[in-house]
């Protein structure tokens, strides 16, 4: 299993900017990507970023292209989550899994195997 605690949701109003973080434990952090998804009010999880084992890939939904930044510090077994230009539908709680990319789609999906590994996530509220 891995642990996962993410941090640093909070309110904010729209355009304003957040950097959540994920810290993680238990099995090798570094061998996996990592993604991050939220699961807005009533809305099914949805795919935000991923980032490959090195750090050196990185994807995006259309939705945080050109706004979110995800990266990671293997080092620190932690993955951040870098948010700007903030949008009321950015709301939800943020999640962070081990994540691997679907077939002949440009999202990713949290890896199976680790289930029972979910965090409390991290709830960010964007205001107008």
């Known amino acids: 299993q891995v642990q996962l605690v993410e941090s640093g949701g909070g309110l904010v109003q729209a355009g304003g900017s957040l950097r959540l973080s994920c810290l993680t434990s238990?099995?090798?952090?570094?061998?996996?990507?990592m993604g991050w998804f939220r699961q807005g009010s009533g809305k099914e999880r949805e795919f935000v970023a991923a980032?490959?084992?090195?750090?050196?890939?990185?994807y995006y939904a259309d939705s945080a292209k050109g706004r979110f930044t995800i990266s990671r510090d293997n080092a620190k077994n932690t993955v951040y989550l870098q948010m700007n230009i903030l949008k009321p539908e950015d709301t939800a709680v943020y999640y962070c899994?081990?994540?691997?990319?679907?077939?002949?789609?440009?999202?990713?999906?949290?890896?199976?195997?680790?289930?029972?590994?979910w965090g409390q996530g991290t709830q960010v509220t964007v205001f107008s």
């Open positions: 899994f081990p994540a691997q990319p679907v077939y002949g789609s440009k999202r990713w999906s949290p890896i199976p195997g680790f289930s029972g590994s």
């Open positions: 238990g099995r090798a952090f570094s061998s996996y990507a």
């Open positions: 980032i490959g084992w090195s750090g050196a890939q990185t």
